[in-house]
């Protein structure tokens, strides 16, 4: 079983600024499309954020121009820097990894902003 292993997150004020990141599986990282969602209180979990294999990316259009993804495939690791961070961004945060094969999801971890 893969496992993703997500660290960041935590309690910040509003107008401030998180990193996540996000070990994948190292083996199928490279071609992996990696993504992060979110699932705020009695919300369904939507996309943030996504990174194709090539580089290419894709924004909520909630967090365009504050939040960036990125991802180092030397350390298998994608990361999620959210700046500009509003009340309707607390949430948890999960990242996945998507191939043709296989979709895997990492545990979460929990970004509260606050007024």
């Known amino acids: 079983q893969v496992q993703l292993v997500q660290s960041g997150g935590g309690l910040v004020q509003a107008g401030g600024s998180l990193r996540l990141s996000c070990i994948a599986s190292?083996?199928?990282?490279?071609?992996?499309?990696m993504a992060w969602y979110r699932q705020g209180p009695g919300k369904q979990r939507d996309l943030v954020a996504e990174?194709?294999?090539?580089?290419?990316?894709n924004y909520a259009d909630s967090v365009k121009g504050r939040f960036t993804i990125s991802r180092d495939n030397a350390k298998s690791t994608v990361y999620l820097q959210m700046n500009s961070l509003k009340p309707e961004d607390t949430a948890v945060y999960y990242c996945r990894q998507i191939g043709s094969l296989y979709d895997y999801w990492g545990q979460g971890t929990q970004v509260t902003v606050s007024s």
């Open positions: 990174i194709t294999s090539g580089g290419d990316t």
């Open positions: 190292g083996v199928i990282f490279k071609i992996s499309r």
